[in-house]
Every structure is written in structure tokens, then in C-alpha cells.
């Protein structure tokens, strides 16, 4: 799933690492986030959100992830 | 000194004691075969290593935090679910092939050794049956 996570990590001049620790996962989730290989759990996205003073729905995309997975419904 | 990991403290010290029982015997009761007693040396070694390791961690506030964390992680979890479903599915379609192998085996040879690969792979596909329901019943009620 696409999100903005790494663009307002950095934005925020944090490290994998320093973010992981600060949302209670291991940095690699972290990459895994970032690299769009996995969608993170309802807290997750809530507790990163919080730390970047931003929604859930902004930072995992939702409007964007829900357009393309409509798409690949609608593709079967 | 406070015990922070008492999980981590235990398997440390079954790998230490593992490890320092092999190496006392690798020296005591060394085997004539040299590249044996090295390869046996190097595993010994290996597990006291994985031991004190262990030990070490479970002492530190910080490093048990870092493995709670490693423990709790969501991708971690996912991983070993998907892990073990993986294994489980592999298994099936060994066991299937056990079973196969063994009837026809037993059919064209009539050597016992087929029937009873024909029987402990049809035994184990039942149990793996009979335990994939009751799980799916308990998760179904709960989840």
C-alpha cells in the first residue's frame, strides 16, 4: 500500500530507526512501509499519524489506495 | 543483577550448558578423526556463543526492550504466520506424496516398507486434519 511515510520522515530529519522506535516496531517494518511491501495495522498507521501531526487517512493515501483497488475490482 | 528477559535467561542458559557439556566432551572425549573434533569444536563453541549471548541480553533493560519489540512486531508476526502456513501447505502435499508413493509402492512390490510409509503419511494427513478443524472451529467462535 502506498503511503507518506518516508517523504515526512524525512521531511521530519528522522531516521528508520528513530522512527521505529518512537511507534514501537522494528525499522524493518519501517522499510517494509516505505518500500509499499506492507500495509500497516490500524494502530500503526494512528501512532505514525500521531507523530507526524497528520491524519491516517493522509498519510496511508486512503483515497488514492481505495481509487486503485476499486480499478483492479472493476478489472475482474 | 535484575533478570529483565526470564524467556531469554533460560534458553541462555540450556545453550550454555549445551555448549559447555559438548566442549568438555570434545576434549575429554575427543575423537581420533581430527576434522571431526574441529567441526564438533566449532559447534560447541557456536552454541556457548548463542548462550552467553542470550545471558547477556537478559540482564540489559535496553536489549530485552529491543527483543520484546522484535517479539511484538506486527511484520515480525505476519512473517511467522505466513511462514508457518507456508510450511504447513508443504507438508500436505509431502504427506500427499508419501501417501501416493507408498500405495503404489505397496501395489507394484508388496514390500512392507511402502505400506507403512502408506500408513504414517495417511495417519499424519488425518491428524493434520482432525487438528486443522478443531483450530478452525476455535478461530471461527473467537475471532
Known amino acids: 500500500m502506498k503511503t507518506k511515510v518516508k517523504e515526512l520522515r524525512l521531511a521530519a530529519g528522522m531516521t528508520q530507526q528513530q522512527l521505529a522506535n518512537l511507534v514501537r516496531v522494528s525499522s524493518r517494518t519501517i522499510i517494509s512501509l516505505e518500500k509499499e511491501q506492507y500495509s500497516p495495522s490500524l494502530m500503526l498507521a494512528y501512532r505514525l499519524a500521531q507523530v507526524f501531526h497528520t491524519t491516517v487517512e493522509d498519510l496511508c493515501c486512503l483515497e488514492e489506495n481505495k481509487r486503485l483497488e476499486d480499478e483492479k475490482y472493476e478489472n475482474l | ?143
Open chain 2, 1 to 143: 543483577m535484575k533478570i529483565y528477559n526470564k524467556k531469554g535467561f533460560f534458553s541462555g542458559v540450556l545453550w550454555t550448558a549445551a555448549g559447555a557439556f559438548c566442549l568438555y566432551r570434545d576434549i575429554v572425549d575427543s575423537a581420533d578423526f581430527l576434522p571431526q573434533q574441529i567441526k564438533s569444536v566449532v559447534i560447541s563453541l557456536l552454541c556457548l556463543a548463542i548462550g552467553l549471548t542470550s545471558l547477556i541480553r537478559a540482564f540489559s533493560k535496553s536489549s530485552t526492550r529491543e527483543d520484546r519489540i522484535e517479539e511484538m512486531d506486527e511484520r515480525n508476526r505476519l512473517v511467522r504466520l505466513k511462514t508457518n502456513s507456508l510450511t504447513l501447505n508443504i507438508l500436505g502435499y509431502l504427506q500427499l506424496a508419501g501417501m501416493i508413493i507408498g500405495i503404489l509402492g505397496f501395489a507394484f512390490t508388496e514390500s512392507e516398507v511402502y505400506g507403512f510409509l502408506f500408513l504414517f503419511a495417511g495417519l499424519s494427513i488425518t491428524v493434520t486434519a482432525v487438528i486443522s478443524f478443531i483450530a478452525t472451529v476455535w478461530y471461527e467462535k473467537h475471532l
